[in-house]
């Protein structure tokens, strides 16, 4: 069973690439990628898009929490847990380094970058600040490996309430001698930037 180690290793590292929160992969080295890649077999290579759904790891839920102040007075701060199922539409690459008359020639590895986030009903949300995605693996469904399914490991970026906030829960904030009615998600003042993990399935189309 003959496996292309090269092609591996260029996927491990496209993958820490992008999971790594703090140092998200820029426009230079995303074009150094793809030119190397484009020299490759193609039959071995395939980009594509994937659709799928993402939620956290039990010991990450509690992580994931939003700070907002009831309406009524005195306007104390309420902590409220979110859900981290999210539906993810991704770009995807994959893998498939066994050979064809090996019994392990549909398996293979696949990266992401996840495009849009649905959660909650709402919106989608395009290319955030920092570069989300992951990495994993992939079985591919038919001979042509136009379709495949895949299995990731997900580094999730997302604002989250400061820890005081969290420890203010139940009672107001005061600012300038007046409790505050409104707290926003993108003010650093109450809220910090962070990574979660999580795992997905997704539904995968290549091309060819």
């Avoid at 820890?163 to 109450?190: C, L, M, S």
Wanted: with cysteine.
């Amino acid at each position: 069973m003959k496996i292309e180690i090269k092609l591996i290793l260029l996927l491990i590292c496209c993958s820490i690439s992008l999971s790594a929160l703090a140092q998200t992969p820029d426009s230079v080295q995303l074009k150094k990628i793809a030119a190397w890649i484009d020299k490759q077999d193609k039959k071995i290579f395939h980009f594509g898009f994937s659709i799928g759904m993402r939620t956290g790891f039990k010991s990450e839920t509690e992580s994931r929490t939003a700070a907002t102040i009831r309406p009524d007075s005195p306007y104390v701060v309420n902590i409220e847990h979110i859900d981290m199922m999210d539906f993810l539409l991704s770009s995807s690459l994959t893998v498939f380094p066994f050979n064809k008359e090996c019994s392990w020639s549909n398996f293979g590895f696949t990266a992401n970058i996840n495009l849009i986030e649905l959660a909650d009903a709402e919106v989608g949300t395009v290319f955030n600040k920092s570069i989300d995605g992951g990495f994993g693996f992939a079985y591919a469904c038919d001979k042509d490996r136009h379709f495949a399914i895949a299995i990731t490991y997900e580094r999730t970026s997302t604002r989250r309430p400061k820890n005081w906030v969290i420890e203010n829960e139940g009672k107001p904030i005061i600012v300038n001698g007046e409790a505050i009615r409104e707290i926003d998600k993108n003010d650093d003042t109450y809220y910090i930037d962070t990574g979660l993990n999580a795992w997905s399935i997704k539904f995968i189309y290549q091309f060819k």
